[in-house]
């Protein structure tokens, strides 16, 4: 169990406006860390420097408010701690865990159609991706270095299998109401915060993405270390994120950072049982919110109840 006071946070990104699916996230999390009299933080995850923006920043912050939600702490915007990525991915560096990549992504299509054409079955990553199927890692240092001076596109991969080999069997404590994964069989909260252990299958990713030549991080570096500099405790989120707690907690793990309890919650879905998405236009929530739907109702759309974000703990 955790010594430090419970620390909740809800973490959007401003390349849109917020739908039901966040508004759930928010709900939950807000709710969980009020009920526990604790602290619950905001943070703008803005590390796409070409699809976020303040415009969409501000939105989010005062839909946030339209609901009674406020962070308790200034908010943390990502894209103004690179320094404190490039820091961890210098550790990680120096571990011998990284490798500059060069393959783009259309390369990286072409190669496992090719693989797959020739009758090579070419693993996915949980959200569908190609396992990275270049061997630069193999690359010597001197190439690698030539090639990045001349201006190549470079992106910097976790060396999955050498970071597995030094932090040996990972699990997370979870305590969701959902598993995207059907073959584990997660229980229903009935009102007590149950944990459970859940092992972690980083291997499932492959050689990951920790940072781009134009950004120093990636979605998986910067949060978990924002998680550890604030002092997250708790992680509430969609269900949609459940696979990504792995890479989480290994990058946790090589970096020394403490472990956050989690629970992904089940997603909000449109009518054809689709996720909703911000990309899809299903930006429901500020309009909702200026026809005049109360709060009781925005619960009922998200499949909360107002007591169900609070008995949550
Ligand atoms: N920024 C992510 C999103 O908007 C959420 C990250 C997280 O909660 O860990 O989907």
Request: charged share 25%; hydrophobic share 40%.
């Amino acid at each position: 169990m955790h010594q430090s006071p419970p620390v909740f946070r809800f973490a959007p990104s401003p390349n849109g406006l917020l739908h039901l699916g966040h508004a759930r996230s928010a709900l939950l999390a807000h709710g969980m860390a009020r009920q526990a009299g604790r602290q619950f933080l905001i943070r703008i995850e803005d590390i796409d420097l070409a699809r976020c923006t303040p415009a969409y920043e501000e939105a989010i912050l005062d839909d946030l408010a339209r609901l009674g939600i406020r962070s308790d702490a200034p908010i943390r915007r990502q894209s103004e701690h690179f320094a404190d990525y490039t820091a961890a991915l210098d550790h990680l560096t120096r571990m011998g865990l990284v490798y500059p990549a060069f393959l783009s992504r259309a390369e990286i299509k072409a190669r496992v159609s090719a693989l797959e054409e020739a009758g090579t079955p070419w693993p996915r990553d949980p959200d569908g991706a190609p396992i990275y199927p270049g061997n630069d890692r193999m690359l010597a240092p001197e190439i690698a270095h030539a090639r990045i001076s001349r201006g190549d596109q470079v992106i910097w991969r976790l060396d999955m299998q050498k970071a597995m080999e030094r932090v040996g069997d990972l699990s997370w404590n979870e305590s969701g109401d959902v598993d995207p994964d059907p073959q584990i069989d997660l229980d229903a909260l009935d009102g007590v915060r149950r944990f459970r252990a859940v092992s972690a299958e980083p291997a499932r990713w492959g050689d990951t993405i920790l940072a781009r030549a134009d950004v120093p991080t990636s979605y998986h570096l910067s949060v978990v270390i924002d998680d550890a500099l604030q002092g997250v405790t708790d992680v509430v989120r969609g269900a949609d994120l459940f696979h990504a707690t792995s890479v989480h907690r290994l990058l946790q793990t090589l970096l020394g950072l403490p472990e956050p309890r989690y629970h992904h919650h089940r997603l909000v879905r449109d009518s054809n049982g689709r996720k909703l998405a911000k990309s899809d236009g299903d930006a429901g929530l500020r309009m909702l919110l200026d026809q005049g739907l109360s709060m009781d109702a925005l619960y009922h759309l998200v499949g909360l109840s107002r007591d169900d974000a609070l008995k949550d703990l």
